[in-house]
């Protein structure tokens, strides 16, 4: 079709501006684009997918294996920009609608079915090794950012310098942050905590899944975030948290919050959020040392009675509160009141005393650390 192709050829300017202006107005990405850029990088594209389709009308409706290489390269490219797939098709497509809209007004009554079947042919080979390019490439640089991501939360972690990390990753890390591991009841998909947090949060979060240690920007909701992640994994979360009042705080910070995960998790506490201050006084006692060893051993003269150890350990969970305590064991109170005596006969501590309550208390969190 040499005649067709000479008229559409005399038309390429006003569809090319008529198609980047579609884009602009229809298509939220290219319309954030700045005029340079769309002057400029999209205004050639289209040109040249133009002059493909122009070719293939001159051709009778062929396309080369070389213009397929160049749509693939072109598709590529827009990925390694950033550029949505859903924008790249919805922009082929307005091309392509604009292309049979000047086709419809210029083709001679014979010629626009074969112009119609060239254009769909263009589609048909075009579209699958558009979408297929953009896919890898969208993975490459998916892996590539997982990596670089990666490099920068070790460098933080370790205290090493992060600059260059950060700036490859496009991540801001001045400022302060929440450093929290977490341990999960079975190893949920780490797909489905990155976009709980990066959901909760607003942003990407930097999360090492192996280690289960993530970086959270200060001021995040934290007992909401475990609630969230507790309800979409399925199952119990337990966490823990330290502040850092900046990137180089966040060495020791790290090291804080997994010392109270792993003391919450040798204490058997419930599922949630801690901080240092919350089990201050178990931190304290897990420090190693002979005092640990002796605490410990005020208790020995219950080992033979597990139920006055049980009992003793509901009453102090409890505050000391004889109703919920007994309510609890499902005794009466009298009958509590006699396993308390007999606590404080065999290991001679009081709990009618302040000091030897905290004594016994300190004793039964020993014991459990031991």
Known sequence: MPDLHARMASLAGDITSTVVT????????????????????VTRSIVAVHGLL???LRDDGTMG????????????RRAEERAPLEAVIAAYLIGAEVWWQALAETAEPGELAGAGASLLACLRAAMPAVVLAHQHTQEDIHSEDKRV???LLTALLAGRPYEEAAEAARVVVTGEHEVVTFAFASNPPARSVQSSLDAHTGIAVLMDHVAGIALLPGGTDLPGLVSRLTEEVGQPVLAAA?????????????????????????LGRPPGLYRLDDVLLEYQL????????????????????PYLLETLRVFVDHGYN???AALEL??????????LHRVRALTGLDLAVPAEARLLQAALISRDLA
């Open 65 to 76: 294996s070389g213009d397929l290489t160049r749509l693939i390269e072109w598709s590529a």
């Open 22 to 41: 579609r884009c602009s107005a229809e298509v939220p990405f290219y319309g954030a684009l700045p005029r340079q850029a769309l002057e400029g990088e």
């Open 322 to 324: 004889r109703r919920q």
């Open 330 to 339: 499902c005794i009466h109170r009298n009958t509590l009141d006699y396993r």
């Open 54 to 56: 122009l070719r293939t």
């Open 149 to 151: 991501r990666r490099a």
């Open 242 to 266: 330290a502040p850092a009042a900046g990137p180089a705080a966040i060495p020791s910070a790290a090291a804080e919050a997994g010392r109270v995960l792993e003391l919450v998790q040798r």
């Open 286 to 305: 897990a420090r190693p040392g002979d005092g640990l060893v002796r605490l410990a051993a005020k208790l020995d003269p219950l080992e033979e009675h």
